[in-house]
């Protein structure tokens, strides 16, 4: 086990979202009508599963315990991870509002560029964490993989409560999703 190996398999989650967005993002394109519970469904999962969950996961547990361990907040890779965590935010609330106008009005262009912009930011801001930051956090926690990873999962747990769903709830609506595709 590592020490972000539930973080990791959040992002594998999180990636296989991304790309049913991409298909989501070629049918409208393409002129084809989306139902609006999948896209519903796909703000439900990025905003409770990618924003309050998982980046709660890591700016509540793993950022604190790299800082602990000597990981500067400020200028390093903690604070690009912190920013970008904020435009993914600001990129779904586009979306949310492409969605409205898209379902009250069917004009697709607006959505289909939020979406493009969000499947593109959050790929290559899940790759950065995946082949640099999280690289460094297995290496700077080695010794204590068992209790970072305790931590993450009563964070989550935590964070799933809250929400009112559980992880297999969002599990079970990326397969529902995709099989819709
Ligand atoms: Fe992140
Ligand atoms: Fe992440």
Do not use: W
């Amino acid at each position: 086990m590592s020490a972000t190996e539930s973080l990791r398999r959040d992002h594998a989650l999180i990636e296989k979202m991304i790309s049913a967005l991409k298909t989501i993002s070629l049918l409208l394109k393409n002129g084809k009508q989306i139902p609006d519970s999948i896209l519903n469904q796909a703000i439900d999962f990025s905003i409770n599963f990618t924003n309050t969950c998982h980046h709660g996961k890591e700016e509540e547990s793993l950022f604190p315990t790299l800082e602990k361990k000597g990981m500067p907040r400020e200028g390093g890779p903690i604070a690009r991870m912190l920013y970008e965590h904020e435009i993914t935010k600001e990129l779904a609330n586009s979306i949310i509002s492409s969605t409205k106008i898209y379902i009250a009005s069917g004009e697709q262009a607006e959505l289909v560029k939020n979406i493009d912009e969000y499947v593109q930011h959050v790929s290559l801001h899940i790759s950065k964490e995946n082949q640099r930051l999280f690289v460094m956090a297995d290496m700077l926690l080695n010794d204590q993989e068992t209790l970072v990873n305790d931590n993450l999962t009563r964070l989550e747990k935590e964070k799933f409560d809250k929400i009112g769903n559980s992880r297999e709830y969002y599990e079970k609506l990326i397969d529902n999703i995709n099989l819709n595709e």
